[in-house]
């Protein structure tokens, strides 16, 4: 597609279970980013993808995040056992192999509500 | 380590008024900087960006100057619009390491009629 593409675009799920968030980037773009923006807050990175590999996952905040990308593209977050202060909203982006000041996209957000 | 520090908010301002955000970093090396605009209920859109010292970043009438000297990547507009009325955020990114990119905290902005 044309841009950052990011599913479901709104969850709703009780406390304990498990979610998982889907990140298609764009086409051809190597790097992917996963951020989350809790309301009224600023953007923490959670983890980075160069590929299929993950060279920095020091944001993830506990054992019950984790992410994978396979083929190079598309990338899943999934939270376990969630509890009620994971509801935020959920951001991915995309950039390019290339020198030129690095840009990256980002996708509209998913935005997890846990009750 | 990175960092990008950002004028708290909100900041609320009359149409027409002048628009100052302060963006400050910390950074090794020369990163690139960025400004990228959050409009209610829709992702995040880069606004502008400089790669190098002194580069003036603009768009929609906004500018915002790399200045390595003191470290800081202010955003300006001469004459806000009530369509301005969002939520901002400065960040720098290496672009010879492609790690992540450090965000401030973000200020929002309301422009009153």
């Known amino acids: 597609g044309a841009g950052v593409s990011q599913s479901p675009s709104n969850k709703v799920t009780e406390k304990g279970k498990d979610v998982e968030l889907r990140c298609d980037p764009i086409s051809g773009h190597t790097a992917l980013y996963w951020y989350r923006q809790s309301l009224g807050q600023g953007l923490e990175f959670l983890i980075y993808?160069?590929?299929?590999?993950?060279?920095?996952k020091s944001g993830l905040p506990s054992d019950r995040f984790s992410a994978e990308r396979t083929g190079g593209s598309v990338s899943t977050l999934t939270i376990q056992r969630t509890q009620q202060e994971d509801s935020a909203v959920y951001l991915c982006a995309s950039s390019p192999q290339d020198l030129s000041g690095n840009t990256i996209y980002f996708g509209e957000g998913s935005w997890l509500t846990v009750v | 380590g990175d960092s990008v520090t950002q004028m708290e908010g909100p900041v609320t301002l009359s149409e027409e008024a002048f628009l100052t955000i302060n963006c400050t970093y910390t950074?090794?090396?020369?990163?690139?900087l960025f400004w990228y605009v959050q409009y209610p209920g829709e992702g995040l859109q880069l606004l502008l960006k400089a790669t190098k010292a002194d580069d003036k970043g603009s768009n929609k009438g906004f500018e915002a100057t790399y200045r390595k000297e003191t470290t800081s990547f202010h955003l300006e507009k001469g004459s806000v619009q009530v369509s301005d009325s969002a939520v901002y955020f400065c960040?720098?990114?290496?672009?010879?390491?492609?790690?992540?990119?450090?965000f401030g905290a973000g200020t929002r902005l309301t422009v009153k009629p």
């Open positions: 993808f160069q590929g299929n590999s993950a060279p920095d």
């Open positions: 960040a720098l990114k290496h672009a010879s390491d492609n790690n992540d990119m450090r």
């Open positions: 950074a090794t090396g020369y990163p690139s």
